[in-house]
T-cell receptor
Framework: SAVISQKPSRDICQRGTSLTIQCQVD?????MFWYRQQPGQSLTLIAT?????????ESGFVIDKFPISRPNLTFSTLTVSNMSPEDSSIYLC???????????FGPGTRLLVL | GDSVTQMEGPVTLSEEAFLTINCTYT??????LFWYVQYPGEGLQLLLK?????DKGSNKGFEATYRKETTSFHLEKGSVQVSDSAVYFC????????????FGSGTRLSIRP
């Protein structure tokens, strides 16, 4: 299984600012994803981070609000831009194993926007 | 579209009780099915999975059988422990969209000593 780390683990931010979350994997992976888990709710896929090309966003999420980078096969960043209190969530990085069958999740970044 | 519906919580049981958390799905084709668990203050962990009809996934005393005829993947455990207190998510992988996973709403389980 892949070991995934995220930075920061938590943050408190002011509205209107931006935060960049980093995701590091201990091995090269093909697929990387970013999810959001709003308080008391399930996980929602934000986008698939594609290495060397633009991320693929799910309905309801746009690049201007959630720009994503993936410079190589072990690292990705998600930026939450122009934050509002509604962006307060846990943001999770996720990868699939080599067979693409099982998905593993990072510990998450807890974001509170005041 | 593809979706997962699971039993609403919270579910509260006494230690050593039998547990069932219901999960049904709607999907085109033949998805893979998963149960993930999120312990308090921790990240999401894969608990078990099944990739085809009639497969049984099992781990840590938990079991779930992929039932194609009823489109279900109910989670069961014969004797729960306090340490099983967590939020459980049923999920499916959409075969047509490589590795995209769709989650149910989650069921919070609390076990009383």
């Amino acid at each position: 299984s892949a070991v995934i780390s995220q930075k920061p683990s938590r943050d408190i931010c002011q509205r209107g600012t931006s935060l960049t979350i980093q995701c590091q994997v201990d091995s090269q992976v093909t697929m990387m994803f970013w999810y959001r888990q709003q308080p008391g709710q399930s996980l929602t896929l934000i986008a698939t981070a594609n290495q060397g090309s633009e991320a693929t966003y799910e309905s309801g999420f746009v690049i201007d609000k959630f720009p994503i980078s993936r410079p190589n096969l072990t690292f990705s960043t998600l930026t939450v831009s122009n934050m509002s209190p509604e962006d307060s969530s846990i943001y999770l990085c996720s990868v699939t194993d080599r067979g693409g069958e099982t998905q593993y999740f990072g510990p998450g970044t807890r974001l509170l926007v005041l | 579209g593809d979706s997962v519906t699971q039993m609403e919580g919270p579910v509260t049981l006494s230690e050593e009780a039998f547990l069932t958390i219901n999960c049904t799905y709607t999907a085109t084709g033949y998805p893979s099915l998963f149960w993930y668990v999120q312990y308090p203050g921790e990240g999401l962990q894969l608990l078990l999975k099944a990739t085809k009809a009639d497969d049984k996934g099992s781990n840590k005393g938990f079991e779930a059988t992929y039932r194609k005829e009823t489109t279900s993947f109910h989670l069961e455990k014969g004797s729960v422990q306090v340490s099983d207190s967590a939020v459980y998510f049923c999920a499916l992988r959409v075969y047509s969209s490589a590795s995209k996973i769709i989650f149910g709403s989650g069921t919070r389980l609390s076990i009383r000593p």
